[in-house]
């Protein structure tokens, strides 16, 4: 059986529960009950989505990993596969993070008008860092550059 500790109050003859720190049980009306299975949260980060649900989530794992890499190699040694994978990934990871937040925080009035304006200002991003690799010294060397200064 799970401890449950309390603080009481005697007035007039009568305890007052007024504080109730509990493991492993609810306390509801003094009494402890012990907690139902199905009330029980799980705290694994792991978990199971089928479907494009499960599908996109393990996407923008995978995204975030490569990022992981990839801005540390594009410091140590800048390349042209650096330059053009960051080109990609970062307009795709900050695309999908915004998203996330025009559809949890935004009323629904606005969702569309905001979500047009992140697919203008993602492809935006993508085509300036494109431009940045094509013509210019690449992603990895322009920052290299400001960093010096």
């Known amino acids: 059986m799970a401890a449950v500790r309390y603080m009481s109050f005697v007035n007039s003859g009568r305890t007052l529960l007024s504080r109730a720190s509990v493991v492993g049980t609810t306390v509801c009306l003094g009494l402890p009950m012990p907690i139902q299975p199905s009330a029980k949260r799980s705290l694994s980060t792991t978990s199971v989505v089928r479907g494009a649900a499960g599908k996109h989530w393990t996407y923008e794992r995978v995204v975030a990993v490569s990022l992981l890499g990839l801005i540390p190699a594009g410091i140590v040694y800048p390349s042209e596969f ?3 994978g960051l ?4 307009p795709l990871h900050g695309h999908w993070g915004y998203h996330s937040v025009i559809e949890d925080y935004f009323p629904h ?4 008008p905001a979500n047009w304006l992140l697919y203008v200002f993602s492809f935006g991003v993508f085509g300036g860092l494109m431009l940045l690799n094509l013509t210019d010294v690449g992603i990895c060397n322009a920052v290299k550059m400001v ?3």
């Open 147 to 149: 960093w010096s200064l």
């Open 82 to 84: 650096v330059d053009y």
């Open 109 to 112: 009035v606005l969702k569309r």
């Open 87 to 90: 080109a990609f990934l970062i």
